[in-house]
């Protein structure tokens, strides 16, 4: 079975300056998706990033970017340029490339940002 | 384009009675999901629809809690009786044939058991 793992409890980080959330995952696939979804005090899930395990680039989106280790199996979160509106819990998650199975997410990290 | 609709956000209620959590997914996306996720937890699946068809049930705890899809759009999710341990937020998802891999989620629904 899939697992996810996210050390980090919970982070703080400076308006304006850069955090890196770690993730790793345990699968024996070879093609799979890897995401971080972030989840304010609203509840809804939001895609941040998604990263294709087939491909050797790391993903980026605006502010944010992974460091996707397949050999390793880690896939962490930079947030550059921290803002007050990135305060939230962030989930690490992987799914499978075929058929619509489930996400396997970790545990979280609840991100702080300090004006 | 509309997205995930769950109802009600909130719901408290007495240990024993019953509860049903609504949700609409996305039109057009075939597979639906409902996840649990616990105070302080990441969300775990319940059960996964392809369409009207329960293809993915191994963690839902049948002997208090259904689900259904009668017509492979919104789905039903009904605890019944509830307990103590059920004081989670249920969050459904919903997912298109574009294979993007990415799940789109409601805002979910916060159940208090008292």
């Not at chain 1, 895609?47 to 460091?67: C, D, G, H, M, W």
């Not at chain 2, 775990?44 to 259904?68: C, G, H, M, T, W």
């Not at chain 2, 298109?96 to 409601?106: A, H, I, P, S």
Request: charged share 20%; aromatic share 12%.
């Amino acid at each position: 079975a899939q697992t996810v793992t996210q050390s980090q409890p919970e982070m703080s980080v400076q308006e304006a300056e850069t955090v890196t959330l770690s993730c790793t995952y345990d699968t024996s696939e070879s093609d799979y998706y890897l995401f971080w979804y972030k989840q304010p005090p609203s509840r809804q899930m939001i895609l941040v990033i998604r990263q294709e395990a087939y491909k050797q680039q790391n993903a980026t989106e605006n502010r944010f970017s992974v460091n996707f280790q397949k050999a390793a199996k880690s896939f962490s979160l930079k947030i550059s340029d921290s803002q007050l509106g990135d305060a939230a819990m962030y989930f690490c998650a992987y799914r499978k490339i075929f058929g619509n199975e489930k996400l396997t997410f970790g545990t979280g990290t609840r991100l702080t940002i300090i004006p | 384009e509309a997205g995930v609709v769950q109802s009600p956000r909130y719901k408290i209620i007495e240990k024993k009675q019953p509860v049903a959590f609504w949700c609409n997914p996305i039109s057009g996306h075939n597979t639906l999901y409902w996840y649990r996720q616990n105070l302080g937890q990441g969300p775990e699946l319940l059960i996964r629809y392809e369409n009207e068809e329960a293809v993915d049930d191994s963690q839902l705890p049948k002997d208090r809690f259904s689900a259904e899809r009668l017509k492979g759009v919104d789905s039903t999710l009904k605890i019944q009786p509830a307990e103590l341990g059920d004081s989670a937020v249920y969050l459904c998802a919903s997912s298109g044939t574009r294979n993007t891999g990415e799940l789109f989620f409601g805002e979910g629904s916060r159940l208090t058991v008292l």
